[in-house]
């Protein structure tokens, strides 16, 4: 099957570029078919399950499809669940853009988070930003510093965008570009966004319960609070140093800022 290329898919990406874009198209139809699987077994008056699956899905199916490809890396970000896909010099972030068939150069890019700064590091500059440099203006604003698997990544990477647009009853559309990230999270974008072909096809539509699991025999149910074994609790001391310098004793977890603070999560 003959595979239209971007420029600067080819450039980015290296040979691997037209399966990437095969296998990007690939990864949303799964995910697409995944969330209206869970959609449907949870049988649920709401669309919160299909959000969530397809939430999941989105980068799990996108690492499926490219993670055995020539010079592919899965890269996990500071406290994100899941990991990215790092081909060539092009990591690839895949999100929602639209419920509804619009205009991709009109939507906005994925909701401000810690993450999404970090991610456009690797993007190329706005055009205020650019405009400010070409005639020498002090450009001070602070730039995010990539942690985790982002902090790794070799000199050059680029974010590849993969935005797309469904809802529980279709997967619309589906592009992938360049763009930097503007202001009010417009984007701008360096690439034209270059629609990506969704097969028909489904090659993995995610695990389903096919057998009922063994269930416990009568004689073997506990029916009261007094039966079975005993819980157990485990203790563990402070250390003598912490108590000597009366360092209070820890009893919440910090708290953890939130990574995965897309949108469209739920939806």
Same mark, same amino acid.
């Given at each position: 099957?003959?595979?239209? +290329?971007?420029?600067?898919?080819?450039?980015?990406?290296?040979?691997?570029?037209?399966?990437?874009?095969?296998?990007?198209?690939?990864?949303?139809?799964?995910? !697409?078919?995944?969330?209206?699987?869970?959609?449907?077994?949870?049988?649920?008056?709401?669309?919160?399950?299909?959000?969530?699956?397809?939430?999941?899905? =989105?980068? !799990?199916? +996108? !690492?499926?499809?490219?993670?055995?490809?020539?010079?592919?890396?899965?890269?996990?970000?500071?406290?994100?669940?899941?990991?990215?896909?790092? +081909?060539?010099?092009?990591?690839?972030?895949?999100?929602?853009?639209?419920?509804?068939?619009?205009?991709?150069?009109?939507?906005?890019?994925?909701?401000?988070?810690?993450?999404?700064?970090?991610?456009?590091?690797?993007?190329?500059?706005?055009?205020?930003? =650019?405009?400010?440099?070409?005639?020498?203006?002090?450009?001070?604003?602070? =730039?995010?510093?990539?942690?985790?698997?982002?902090?790794?990544?070799?000199?050059?990477?680029?974010?590849?965008?993969?935005?797309?647009a469904c809802n529980a009853s279709e997967l619309l559309a589906a592009?992938?570009?360049?763009?930097?990230?503007?202001?009010?999270?417009?984007?701008?974008?360096?690439?034209?966004?270059?629609?990506?072909?969704?097969?028909?096809?489904?090659?993995?539509?995610?695990?389903?319960?096919?057998?009922?699991?063994? !269930?416990?025999?009568?004689?073997?149910?506990?029916t009261g609070f007094a039966e079975g074994s005993e819980p157990t609790?485990t203790l563990s001391s402070r250390g003598s140093s912490e108590r000597?310098?009366?360092?209070?004793?820890?009893?919440?977890?910090?708290?953890? =800022?939130?990574?995965?603070?897309?949108?469209?999560?739920?939806?």
């Open positions: 099957m003959s595979v239209h +290329v971007p420029p600067w898919a080819a450039n980015v990406l290296g040979k691997a570029a037209p399966l990437v874009q095969v296998g990007l198209g690939q990864a949303l139809r799964n995910m !697409q078919a995944n969330a209206q699987a869970a959609h449907e077994q949870s049988d649920s008056q709401t669309k919160h399950t299909f959000g969530m699956s397809r939430w999941e899905n =989105q980068f !799990q199916r +996108v !690492q499926d499809e490219l993670k055995d490809l020539p010079d592919a890396t899965a890269v996990r970000p500071y406290r994100f669940p899941f990991d990215l896909m790092l +081909v060539g010099r092009g990591l690839i972030y895949p999100y929602k853009y639209a419920e509804t068939t619009v205009d991709v150069r009109k939507a906005r890019g994925p909701k401000e988070s810690e993450l999404i700064r970090e991610l456009f590091s690797f993007a190329p500059p706005t055009r205020h930003v =650019q405009d400010a440099l070409d005639i020498d203006w002090d450009v001070s604003a602070p =730039q995010p510093e990539p942690r985790g698997g982002l902090a790794n990544l070799p000199e050059g990477t680029r974010l590849i965008l993969v935005p797309f592009f992938w570009g360049i763009a930097a990230l503007g202001t009010e999270r417009h984007l701008e974008w360096v690439t034209e966004p270059a629609p990506l072909t969704v097969p028909k096809t489904v090659t993995s539509h995610g695990t389903r319960l096919s057998t009922i699991p063994a !269930q416990a025999s009568v004689e073997s149910q506990h609790l000597l310098r009366g360092i209070p004793p820890l009893t919440e977890a910090e708290p953890v =800022q939130d990574q995965t603070s897309e949108d469209d999560a739920t939806h």
